[in-house]
């Protein structure tokens, strides 16, 4: 258990006494939360009144009233909501409150009440959509609309919700047609049944034609009596299309080439549109062809990213402006986006659109920002913005943020976390500064960087980069030869400085170590106990993980841009993603195909450009530090037997 520094715990007399009531506390609490999970509401009853004065009595009084929420009087309920407004406990009875008054049928009382719920889920979203359509709300149907076709799943009130919109009017049959169309397109047969479901029977799609299309698609394509006359029909051939087309696109091609035929050309369009990003996706150079195929169909976000990314690996700057410039606005000012028009338009002349483009990139610390600002020869950092003694004292005197340390304090990261977030989501700068400031003399790491990165004017390259385990990670990248910067930006992206860091795939440790890398790994250094080394010893997981990245560089020419996709998706990948000709290494990161890696090679190389420039390194430039991608055929093959 990492105790408060005593720095923090001398701040003043008033923190003293609450950190001595919260420790007295601690077990009453804790079997309050136990005596809640198990539905005991009268020894619930008697804990909550000896939590008075207790950090976190809020959340054994919001379960007191949980647990019999069926039963509250409104009266009990607007209370606590009185009490502790504009807290997270009070958000989360009102959210559970008004899940409530739905089941109950209570719409009005909903409706009164729904406005002051702050982040509503997409249940709740939908659910308010009943009292707006009984009340005539004009405004309902484009709010359903936009929430409807926002595609991903939607839970079963949703559903509910839209066969009434539905009904009402505020949603259609084409917005139920254009919603299974995004279901089929991203695959998901389960959803698309759902959706179908809300269609008028005669003509919604024949539940054993999806389940053909989905098992086989090719051989649903090939059959001899593949009718194409209804839209049902068509939509289940499209939905077979992207199917194959994920696996095979060259086979989806030629197929489509005999079959799109005899639809609609906005229907055979939209299927060379499929076959276009799955080609993309794949690196394949035919899936720029594919795309001109695809002209008249409306084309979404992911297509015309990966038409985009398809252009960017063709070098094809006038289609990279073409494809960014027809996504969605939200899409478009992506700092990506917003970095690949810029270089877009200056190489077709649009210089002073793009230096206009780069000079408000160049404002934001990330990836994209440090390459705008080389674009513009700036090299000089943002000042760094020192945290307030006043303002920190403010932030320890919040009651969410002595919430989230008792939480934090007791061992419940994920509730520390969330009362957390809620505590910073509306803060200035200067206070945020101030609250990492505060995690991170905690030992809180996540939370100290997660909150120093949510500023935009002021800046605190410390707490954005902090510099834990020093002579353990600087011994381990001396002793492997490994750059110490790079080493840092890894760490701080797999597990910001969490020692006991768990991955829902078994990753553990400060490097997300996971258990099959670790064997090989230890074989490789003659080491028999991994696991223990992986899930115990800090300085034993750093050595496995380090001599790790050090075998990734070996094997991947030094490139620390093709280390870190390895070390992430593995060095098959890393090594297939590469083209047959040199890639500038920003298009080889930006048009990689899994956005998880994406993102983390983004940010692990902008780390490490910060780190760098931290340790008063010989400042290299991002663009250097990146480098060039040797093309696929001067790459190294094969990898080593039994490596994971």
Known sequence: MIRPTTALLLCSFALLAGEARSQTGDAEFLAAREAFQKGQGPTLDGLVARLQGHPLAPWAEYWQLRLRLAEQPSGAVRAYLERYAGQLPANRLRADWLRQLARTNAWDEFQREFPALTEPDTELRCLSWVPRMAARDATVGRDARALWLAGGELPAACMEAAALALAAGALTENDVWARLRMAFSAGNASLAKSVAALLPAARRPDPKLVEAAAKNPQRFLEARGLRLD????????LFALGRMAASAPPGAAQLWTQIGTRLPAQDRAHGWGLIAVAAARRHQPE??????????????????????????????????????????????ERPPWRYWRARAMAAVGRSFESEALFTVLAREQNFHGQLAAEELGISTPARNQLPLAADIDTVQRMPAIQRALAWYRLGLRYEGNMEWIWAVRDMADPLLIAAAEVARREGWYERSIATAERSTQLVNFELRYPVPYPELLRASARDMNVD??????????????????????????LMQIMPTTARWVAARMGLKQWRHAVEDAVDANVSLGTFYLKEMLTRLDGSPVLASAAYNAGPGRAQAWRADRALEGAVYIDTIPFTETRDYVRKVMANAHQYARQFGHSLVQLRARIGTIAPRTAAATGAATGEP
């Open 230 to 237: 209804s839209r049902a029909q068509r939509e289940v051939a």
């Open 287 to 332: 899936a720029l062809d594919w795309y001109t195929l695809a002209e008249g169909a409306p084309l979404e976000n992911t297509q015309l990213a990966w038409a985009a990314r398809a252009a960017l690996r063709g070098g094809d700057w006038p289609r990279v402006l073409d494809y960014t410039a027809r996504m969605d606005s939200e899409e478009r």
């Open 484 to 509: 110490e910067a790079l080493l840092y930006g890894l760490v701080r992206q797999e597990s910001r400085f969490v020692p006991t860091a768990r991955s829902s795939a078994g990753a553990a440790g």
